[in-house]
């Protein structure tokens, strides 16, 4: 079955660097698209940044954008987060997540319509 494992986090000071790993089984990653969620203390659930399954198309929410950077191995079944200049308002705890791949899913974006989630590895950025 699809299984989605994090790892990478843990305690970084501010401006400091972090790189999350999402290790997919399963199935074969190369056309999924794979997503990075947080979610902080007492906050929902949001999106961070994504990519892609066919074209791998890269898209980031503005708060992160030059900050972190998301890269996939499809050798090794397993996505990438990046995350440098980290700032308090990035602790969280940080899913990755993905969908069955279709069409018109891929026209949506690679945000949406996540079916299959990671437990979360904690990212802590003391203020």
């Known amino acids: 079955q699809v299984q989605l494992v994090e790892s990478g986090g843990g305690l970084v000071q501010p401006g400091g660097s972090l790189k999350l790993s999402c290790v997919a089984s399963?199935?074969?990653?190369?056309?999924?698209?794979i997503a990075w969620f947080r979610q902080a203390p007492g906050k929902e659930r949001e999106a961070v940044a994504c990519?892609?399954?066919?074209?791998?198309?890269?898209e980031y929410v503005d708060s992160v954008k030059g900050r972190f950077t998301i890269s996939r191995d499809n050798a090794k079944n397993t996505v990438y987060l990046q995350m440098n200049s980290l700032k308090s308002e990035d602790t969280a705890v940080y899913y990755c997540a993905t969908r069955v791949p279709t069409i018109a899913r891929e026209n949506l974006g690679c945000l949406f319509e996540m079916e299959f989630w990671g437990k979360g590895t904690r990212v802590t950025v003391p203020s």
């Open positions: 399963g199935f074969t990653l190369d056309y999924y698209a």
């Open positions: 990519t892609s399954g066919i074209e791998d198309t890269k």
